[in-house]
């Protein structure tokens, strides 16, 4: 099982990121998979999931309608649109996915946002 993040970098307050998420090493389009943040001295925490049977989703509240999630089974990725971004959203982000009781994780993207 691999997950491999991309897409973090350095953005202002207000600006977007795209992150995405390539999967391998399993059957894609029979797992949840959510992403994660650790923003800096913080817990990690999780900020949106998707579901594999019928796509729908679970957002974090201070998430809600700013972040969208979304996958492509065909291609075997998820993406994390990231709108009006705050200082708060500061944090390394990770895929994630439960495959038979067992955590995988990606090696997570910074995302960082500062005037």
């Known amino acids: 099982v691999q997950l491999v993040e991309s897409g973090g970098g350095l953005v202002q307050p207000g600006g977007s990121l795209r992150l995405s998420c390539a999967a391998s090493g399993f059957t894609f389009s029979s797992y949840t998979v959510s992403w994660y943040r650790q923003p800096p001295g913080k817990e990690r925490e999780v900020v949106v999931t998707?579901?594999?049977?019928?796509?729908?989703?679970n957002y974090r509240d201070s998430v809600k309608g700013r972040f969208t999630i979304s996958r492509d089974n065909a291609k075997n990725t998820v993406s994390l649109q990231m709108n009006s971004l705050k200082p708060e959203d500061t944090a390394v982000y990770y895929c994630h996915v439960r495959i038979w009781g067992r955590e995988y994780w990606g090696q997570g993207t910074q995302v960082t946002v500062s005037s």
């Open positions: 998707i579901l594999s049977a019928d796509g729908s989703t």
